[in-house]
């Protein structure tokens, strides 16, 4: 009868400990209409993601990307986790359709126990101009803290953009740095047609990376289960 005590507290006593890191809410597969309520978080392995804002515009207004018309899905790989952004953005000036604009915005936080992060990338993918069309996606950062509602950073501001223009394509860049373990991210998802042009843009990608956890730190969680697994044997044979 002890043992299965015993099995029975210290399942409950891992569980304990396991949701130190934040386990719950995970990230779902849907649209920004799933993540933009207020007070909305979820996680993805050790990161929780919070803080979520969505505002489309577009020109002429009527064409502006409403929250359920932009997919998001989570990237689920440890220490490179984000997410995917997938909408119809297009424009051109023979449809009239001459500009579209998404913000998305969100806060990442490391767990207890998590690994810091020290990079962060941005990705198109879906992408072509013609003319004097543009696509054009800037993310501003700010890392050691998380924005606050009046947009201020208490951290270290920095940005970074990716396009496909006359000018060039630039469709993968990233931002490194020590490893902190909170940042903002404000992203505009940009499309112009211009004054003789067309845009598209199916796909963004955003990735926040950082450092595994050591060996020596999951050894470390390990013997902290059975120096409790001790001390709950040994109160049940009191």
Partial sequence: MQSKWFSALLVIACVTLLSGIGFANACPSG?????VGTGFSCTINDK???????????NPPSFALPPGSVGVAPMTTMGNEGFRFSATWAVSTISGVLSMDSDIDYGVTVNPGGAPITDVSLAIGGYNFTGTGNVEVDET???GALFGSNGSCSGTLRNMSVFDNSSGLVAFNEITFAGVTEVGVEK?????AGTAGAADLSLVLNNVSGTTPEPGSILLFGSGAL???G???????H
């Fill in 31 to 35: 649209t920004m209409a799933d993540y």
């Fill in 48 to 58: 929780t993601f919070s803080n979520w804002f969505y505002q489309g515009t577009a």
């Fill in 141 to 143: 950062l700010c890392i």
């Fill in 188 to 192: 505009d998802i940009l499309l112009d």
């Fill in 227 to 229: 120096a409790l697994a």
């Fill in 231 to 237: 001390v709950l044997r040994r109160k049940l044979k």
